[in-house]
């Protein structure tokens, strides 16, 4: 026994090297196994969301969603244990952006074990207090940490720079992509993304119930979770053509999976919307050295997504919704706040040598 807790000791003992990135290639095999671990949330999502009774823990659908957490967590450890067999220990083993996701490891395990003595004792959740569960608050928790973590990895590695090529920026965009979904399953309550296209028409139309209430919310709520993670990548990289499309394409995934895709044409209108702020990204070049199109960039993309989103409804519907200051002030709003949260996130240009002198430092 005295022999293990030294060992233990010995092992997590900081050896005192400079901790070292993985490769393009190790952040990749994250991210897809990050997918598997993502993709199994959404399985158990749409579970929850579309069968009648769930009346156990021990399903097909956990079991995806634990497989992949096994997947995604062996990968880490042996990133740590490639490191301890070259001689590192403590912190000098942890590959650089791999910490949290590490400990975040037995964290998830603990609230999975809460999470599984939660169901057996109390039963399955199936509407909306699934969202506030302690359990599944610790495990989504942790989860973000671990599915992020080829976003830390890539944000210094030396080797991206300013300017990284979609390839080379594509394992931080699924991690943050997958991370957004958690968010936006956790506000479920008021997700734009899980409305029909007759029912965006018919909310619009009627100023006596509440589905006005409930959409105009919704389309706030989804309006920040989807812009803020873009504007975030935009204070660190230019980002390349394309990356906002990746992100929207793993964006409607979750609210597919609990919609069982039965509201495609509005899911697709929001992987539109990305390639519109893609190609508004090429014509602004917005960066936080260029403060006035970072601005415009985040107001003008949440004005067209929103456009996009109720032309799709009126057109799929076969008619504009009755009340018109709602369908045509309703994407104005969404730009105001795009904007607002433009001004939120680079209040002030950064110059290029200090920029990049504070990423090196973040």
Same mark, same amino acid.
């Given at each position: 026994?005295?022999?293990?807790?030294? +060992?233990?000791?010995?092992?997590?003992?900081?050896?005192?090297?400079?901790?070292?990135?993985?490769?393009?290639?190790?952040?990749?095999?994250?991210?897809?196994?990050?997918?598997?671990?993502?993709?199994?949330?959404? !399985?158990?999502?749409?579970?929850?969301?579309?069968?009648?009774?769930?009346?156990?823990?021990?399903?097909?659908?956990?079991?995806?969603?634990?497989? +992949?957490?096994?997947?995604?967590?062996?990968? !880490?450890?042996?990133?740590?244990?490639?490191?301890? /067999?070259?001689?590192? %220990?403590?912190?000098?083993?942890?590959?650089?952006?791999?910490?949290?996701?590490?400990?975040?490891?037995?964290?998830?395990?603990?609230?999975?074990?809460?999470?599984?003595?939660?169901?057996?004792?109390? $039963?399955?959740?199936?509407?909306?207090?699934?969202?506030?569960?302690?359990?599944?608050?610790?495990?989504?928790?942790?989860?973000?940490?671990?599915?992020?973590?080829?976003?830390?990895?890539?944000?210094?590695?030396?080797?991206?720079?300013?300017?990284?090529?979609?390839?080379?920026?594509?394992?931080?965009?699924?991690?943050? +992509?997958?991370?957004?979904?958690?968010?936006?399953?956790?506000? %479920?309550?008021?997700?734009?993304?899980?409305?029909?296209?007759? $029912?965006?028409?018919?909310?619009?139309?009627?100023?006596?119930?509440?589905?006005?209430?409930?959409?105009?919310?919704?389309?706030? !709520?989804?309006?920040?979770?989807?812009?803020?993670?873009?504007?975030?990548?935009?204070? /660190?990289?230019?980002?390349?053509?394309? %990356?906002?499309?990746?992100?929207?394409?793993?964006?409607?995934?979750?609210?597919?999976?609990?919609?069982?895709?039965?509201?495609?044409?509005?899911?697709?209108?929001?992987?539109?919307?990305?390639?519109?702020?893609?190609?508004? !990204?090429?014509?602004?070049?917005?960066?936080?050295?260029? /403060?006035?199109?970072?601005?415009?960039?985040?107001?003008?993309?949440?004005?067209?997504?929103?456009?996009?989103?109720?032309?799709?409804?009126?057109?799929?519907?076969?008619?504009?919704?009755?009340?018109?200051?709602?369908?045509? +002030?309703?994407?104005?709003?969404?730009?105001?706040?795009?904007?607002?949260?433009?001004?939120?996130?680079?209040?002030?240009?950064?110059?290029?040598?200090?920029?990049?002198?504070?990423?090196?430092?973040?």
């Amino acid at each position: 026994m005295v022999a293990v807790d030294a +060992g233990v000791r010995r092992l997590l003992a900081d050896s005192g090297e400079v901790r070292t990135w993985v490769s393009p290639r190790t952040d990749l095999v994250m991210a897809l196994l990050g997918v598997w671990f993502g993709v199994g949330l959404m !399985i158990d999502a749409w579970a929850h969301s579309n069968l009648a009774e769930l009346e156990t823990f021990f399903t097909p659908w956990h079991a995806a969603f634990y497989s +992949g957490f096994a997947a995604v967590s062996g990968w !880490i450890i042996w990133q740590v244990y490639r490191n301890v /067999r070259a001689g590192r %220990s403590g912190l000098a083993a942890v590959p650089n952006g791999y910490l949290a996701g590490l400990l975040a490891i037995p964290g998830f395990a603990a609230f999975g074990f809460a999470d599984m003595m939660w169901h057996e004792l109390l $039963g399955i959740e199936q509407t909306i207090d699934i969202l506030f569960s302690p359990s599944h608050l610790g495990l989504i928790v942790t989860m973000m940490l671990i599915i992020t973590t080829p976003l830390r990895s890539a944000w210094n590695a030396p080797d991206i720079g300013d300017r990284p090529r979609l390839s080379r920026l594509l394992p931080a965009l699924v991690g943050l +992509g997958f991370g957004a979904t958690l968010v936006s399953l956790f506000l %479920s309550y008021g997700d734009a993304m899980q409305w029909s296209a007759n $029912g965006v028409v018919r909310a619009f139309s009627n100023l006596d119930g509440q589905g006005t209430d409930r959409l105009a919310a919704a389309m706030i !709520i989804t309006n920040v979770v989807l812009l803020a993670p873009v504007l975030f990548l935009q204070r /660190r990289w230019r980002l390349p053509f394309g %990356s906002v499309t990746v992100l929207s394409v793993v964006g409607v995934l979750m609210p597919g999976a609990q919609t069982a895709f039965r509201n495609l044409p509005i899911l697709l209108a929001f992987v539109a919307a990305g390639l519109v702020s893609d190609l508004l !990204i090429r014509w602004l070049r917005p960066s936080r050295e260029r /403060r006035a199109a970072y601005w415009a960039f985040a107001g003008l993309s949440a004005f067209a997504t929103w456009s996009l989103y109720l032309a799709v409804a009126s057109v799929v519907a076969g008619q504009l919704p009755a009340v018109p200051e709602l369908w045509t +002030g309703a994407p104005v709003v969404a730009g105001l706040i795009g904007l607002a949260l433009g001004a939120l996130f680079l209040p002030n240009a950064v110059p290029a040598q200090a920029g990049e002198s504070g990423a090196r430092r973040a």
